[in-house]
């Protein structure tokens, strides 16, 4: 299993960003996002089930990020707006078998090895 996220960079507060991953989407009962900076605990982002049904957030993220699906292109993303300093993170895709908790980011069985979001 891969998944290989993509669309990191560098970019002023206010400006967005789109994120990608690479995966077997609809072989997943959960996917998401987390991001990680030195210092503190990963941190769930968005997540939804590929199969369809709600989609959740992180309250920090909250009409500012959009995590979104192509299963036939076989993609995730997180479409980010309205950056600032503190979304400054590694990002990170990942999937589970089962269940879709943010929270427990231990359930999540697959990661990507991230990609960097730099806001400054």
């Known amino acids: 299993v891969q998944l290989v996220e993509s669309g990191g960079g560098s970019v002023q507060p206010g400006g967005s960003l789109r994120l990608s991953c690479a995966a077997s989407v609809a072989s997943f009962y959960c996917m998401g996002w987390f991001r990680k900076t030195p210092g503190k605990e990963r941190e769930g982002v968005a997540a939804l089930y590929p199969g369809g049904g709600t989609r959740l957030y992180a309250d920090s993220v909250k009409g500012r990020f959009t995590i979104s699906q192509d299963n036939a292109e076989e993609m995730l993303y997180l479409e980010m707006t309205m950056l600032g300093p503190d979304d400054t993170a590694v990002y990170y895709c990942?999937?589970?078998?089962?269940?879709?908790?943010?929270?427990?980011?231990?359930?999540?069985?697959?990661w990507g090895r991230g990609t960097q979001v730099t806001v400054s």
């Open positions: 990942a999937a589970r078998g089962i269940g879709c908790d943010l929270n427990t980011p231990d359930d999540f069985h697959f």
